[in-house]
């Protein structure tokens, strides 16, 4: 997390550095007219046009798509969340007519319903149709916008991630969200914060939300909220955003120390199992389909070894040859895996093998050679 805390101002510098910048005009029927958005594309999109990215979708776009897409970027770079679409609606001169509801109903009336109907049933299809979005959806709101992104739980849920910076909730939406978040049937993440010198009347109404939302007994919801020291209506949103974004993901990042020491190693389950379901569950959940990474290899390998599991690491070294043959790291697991089962002469051809393969992490021609060496020695070869 202290990655997290740099300035925004470093952010907006990786903004420009990592990603490629587009504005767009929407055209609407909703809206009788169009509707200028911006879209951050990851630096990948175009040397990768098989990939498919998450999409964050922020209103209040004029001030929220830039500390939202220089935080994507670092997040991405270290690999503590995927690469995102993010896309932001321009709603300087509209947002209060864009969250407009109806003070019997607490639901969207005229131009508000008009923008709610552009964005579930317009700007979203355009974004599926002209950009490869996973099926991993995310809408941010701050203020206004932060209770009317609260209208898209209601029904058939459009999106499956929700941050709340600092809402002003309507009279109903605490009874409305609460109802709505009890019964969600697949996973749902929702994040709410607010800061102890965010604006009293706000801060009140988010401390009753907080309190429903805890009660909530649904193993689909995912919430999280945060009350930040020293922190105004406004400057809250540069800290939540790096909080709700690491907290949403982080089934995405790679296996810690932390993870290793208290769940990996503690595991009465298979570990492999354990790799195999985390991508999975990342496929799954945010719908993009990752390389299982080296670092989590060796939590794996490391903790297979020290329990001698030479079957599951079998299945690892296996598994390594897949999905990275031009390496050496599968060859390295399985030559462990044929020493320690007394199939010795396997064990030296399979690192001779190994040498011929390229470097990876820890791994060196030098240490495989050393290995195929030493059996010779030992057994005479």
């Given at each position: 997390?202290k990655?997290l805390t740099l300035?925004?101002s470093?952010l907006?510098?990786?903004?420009a ?17 169009s509707?200028?958005?911006k ?7 175009k040397s ?12 209040d776009?004029d ?7 220089g935080?994507v970027?670092?997040m991405?770079?270290?690999e503590?969340?995927p690469e995102?679409?993010v ?8 947002r209060r007519e864009?969250?407009q509801?109806?003070s019997n109903t607490?639901m969207?009336e005229?131009?508000g ?11 979203v299809?355009y ?32 999106f ?24 969600v049937?697949k ?7 607010t800061?102890q010198n ?5 801060r009140?109404?988010i401390i009753?939300?907080d309190?429903s939302l805890?009660?909530?007994?649904n193993?689909?919801?995912k ?5 930040f020291?020293?922190?105004s209506?406004y400057?809250?949103v540069s800290?939540a955003?790096?909080r709700a ?9 790679p296996i ?5 020491k208290?769940v990996?190693?503690n ?6 199992d354990y ?18 990474r080296?670092?989590d ?7 297979l ?5 030479w ?5 690892l070294?296996k598994l390594?040859?897949k999905?990275?043959p ?5 060859n390295y697991?399985?030559g462990?895996?044929y ?8 064990a030296?051809?399979t ?9 990876i ?17 030992d057994?005479g070869?």
């Amino acid at each position: 997390m202290k990655r997290l805390t740099l300035l925004v101002s470093l952010l907006l510098i990786t903004q420009a550095t990592f990603s490629q910048i587009i504005t767009k005009k929407v055209q609407s029927f909703h809206l009788d007219g169009s509707r200028e958005i911006k879209i951050g594309l990851p630096k990948s999109y175009k040397s990768d046009s098989n990939r498919i990215y998450p999409l964050i979708l922020a209103l209040d776009g004029d001030y929220l798509f830039d500390p939202i897409m220089g935080t994507v970027n670092y997040m991405s770079y270290w690999e503590d969340m995927p690469e995102a679409i993010v896309v932001g609606i321009k709603q300087i001169e509209t947002r209060r007519e864009d969250c407009q509801y109806d003070s019997n109903t607490d639901m969207p009336e005229y131009t508000g319903k008009k923008f709610y109907d552009f964005v579930n049933t317009e700007l979203v299809d355009y974004l599926q149709d002209n950009f490869r979005l996973s099926k991993f959806k995310m809408i941010v709101g701050h203020n206004y916008t932060a209770n009317f992104i609260n209208y898209f739980i209601t029904e058939d849920p459009l999106f499956q991630a929700y941050i709340n910076l600092s809402p002003e909730y309507a009279p109903s939406m605490v009874k409305n969200v609460t109802n709505a978040l009890s019964s969600v049937n697949k996973k749902t993440w929702y994040y709410l914060a607010t800061g102890q010198n965010d604006i009293k009347s706000l801060r009140s109404d988010i401390i009753i939300m907080d309190d429903s939302l805890k009660a909530i007994e649904n193993d689909n919801l995912k919430y999280t909220f945060d009350d930040f020291e020293d922190t105004s209506h406004y400057s809250l949103v540069s800290h939540a955003i790096p909080r709700a974004l690491n907290d949403i993901f982080s089934l995405y990042r790679p296996i810690s120390k932390k993870e290793y020491k208290e769940v990996i190693v503690n595991l009465e389950t298979s570990p492999y199992d354990y790799l195999v379901e985390k991508y999975d569950m990342i496929e799954s959940l945010i719908g993009v389909r990752e390389l299982v990474r080296v670092n989590d290899f060796v939590a794996i390998s490391t903790a297979l070894e020290k329990k001698e599991n030479w079957v599951e690491l079998e299945k690892l070294g296996k598994l390594a040859r897949k999905l990275y043959p031009d390496y050496m790291l599968g060859n390295y697991y399985l030559g462990t895996v044929y020493e320690n089962t007394d199939k010795i002469k396997l064990a030296m051809k399979t690192y001779q093998n190994g040498f011929l393969l390229e470097e990876i992490s820890f791994l060196t021609k030098d240490i495989m050679l050393d290995k195929a060496e030493r059996i010779k020695e030992d057994f005479g070869y």
